[in-house]
């Protein structure tokens, strides 16, 4: 019966990242593959669920006033003024948000390398990935490459900062760019912001819908997960304009109806936190002292370049990792589309991308002590240096 399938079905192959966290459990190895934060939630956010669930708040839902948490948070941060009433629609998570706004056919421009994700969302629309090679080591934008993708079968971009893999940081200047190509082929953005509350050194956070003539075509997607530690409450959301808000509505409703409704009580909880949690947030995670050639400027991850002395490529490496020292990393090949990419490139060109590895930081100081501790054991015992 397996030919009753759709060809979408037939294509589609477990996630890596989530084998490698099932792996990390079933080795009991440190798991700094998946993104999801191993310290605790904020007290008062967990009680605000157990409340609402005490309170038979279990039902199908729409809490309101996490719409109107939003657009004030919109306008306070970027300056934009969002209709709570109409431009905001709550998903089961980021993933949902994004997916419905994928709305499918033609050409959609991705970042490469980029999350895994969103390759699927677009090839389940039926739409036409299209990636533009971020240069490394610095994951830089070219602006000429970024033009020659736009034709007139593309329908939109994706955005993503701060940006997984690589912890970039999108500059005003880059932004810009991006933002001229939107307006010039008159077509949509659809941003990942889910790490915007996680910048280090002074960058910030600009959104794509700030800039002149964008907020009318972009559809930012985010959610509560990494920001307040909960990725299993599945509450996220897309801000967008009215036309495209309401079809992203429709879509979830369809599918999945309401996100869970406890939850949503909760994030009202959340949404209200003061400053200082955010800044508390960057200080724990700023507190690991990196040594790597990136430094990441943003999300919970890093980009790690393997030593040039390691003869092994990142998929060698990973598996070595877990083997050898007992800590679970992604491979960054699985990031990269060089096949599907605008520009030819020999073999020679793309050997980088079977050079780097993902961990993810944002793990309590115990955790990343220990896996600091378990490289250094393998770099002491081993061939296999890490970077």
Not at 6 to 35: D, M, Y
Not at 48 to 61: E, L, P, T
Not at 155 to 166: F, G, Q
Request: hydrophobic letters at 40%.
């Amino acid at each position: 019966m397996e030919e009753k399938l759709s060809s979408v079905a037939k294509n589609f192959t477990p996630s890596p990242i989530q084998e490698l966290s099932h792996l990390a459990q079933r080795c009991n190895a440190i798991n700094l593959a998946e993104g999801f934060p191993d310290f605790p939630a904020p007290v008062r956010i967990k009680n605000a669920a157990v409340s609402a669930i005490n309170s038979d708040f279990n039902q199908y839902r729409h809490v309101q006033g996490i719409c109107d948490h939003l657009a004030a948070a919109m306008k306070k941060m970027h300056d934009l003024d969002v209709n709570p009433l109409t431009d905001i629609a709550i998903c089961c998570g980021q993933t949902e948000a994004f997916a419905a706004a994928i709305f499918g056919g033609d050409e959609v421009v991705l970042f490469d390398p980029s999350y895994e994700t969103y390759e699927g969302c677009i090839t389940m629309a039926g739409g036409v990935p299209v990636f533009v090679a971020l240069d490394p080591p610095q994951w830089t934008l070219c602006p000429g490459k970024l033009l020659k993708s736009f034709t007139g079968r593309t329908k939109a971009i994706v955005w993503n900062s701060p940006h997984n893999p690589t912890g970039k940081v999108f500059s005003k200047e880059e932004l810009e760019v991006i933002a001229e190509a939107c307006c010039r082929w008159d077509c949509l953005a659809i941003t990942d912001e889910v790490y915007e509350h996680i910048t280090f050194d002074d960058k910030k956070h600009i959104s794509l819908a700030s800039l002149p003539g964008m907020q009318k075509r972009t559809v930012i997607t985010s959610s509560l997960s990494k920001t307040f530690s909960v990725t299993g409450w599945r509450i996220g959301w897309a801000i967008a304009p009215a036309f495209a808000a309401s079809a992203i509505r429709n879509i979830h409703v369809k599918i999945t109806d309401s996100a869970p409704a406890p939850f949503q009580e909760a994030a009202l909880t959340a949404l209200t936190s003061p400053p200082e949690y955010f800044e508390g947030l960057k200080k724990v995670l700023t507190s690991i002292g990196f040594q790597i050639h990136f430094k990441p400027q943003g999300s919970v991850f890093l980009f790690a370049e393997l030593p040039k002395n390691c003869l092994l490529s990142d998929v060698e490496y990973a598996k070595e990792l877990v083997k050898e020292a007992g800590v679970v990393a992604v491979p960054g090949c699985g990031f990269f589309h060089t096949k599907l990419s605008m520009e030819p490139s020999s073999e020679a060109s793309c050997n980088y991308q079977k050079r780097y590895v993902r961990f993810a930081f944002c793990k309590s100081i115990a955790t990343l002590a220990a896996a600091a501790q378990k490289f250094s054991d393998l770099k002491n015992a081993t061939r296999y240096e890490h970077p």
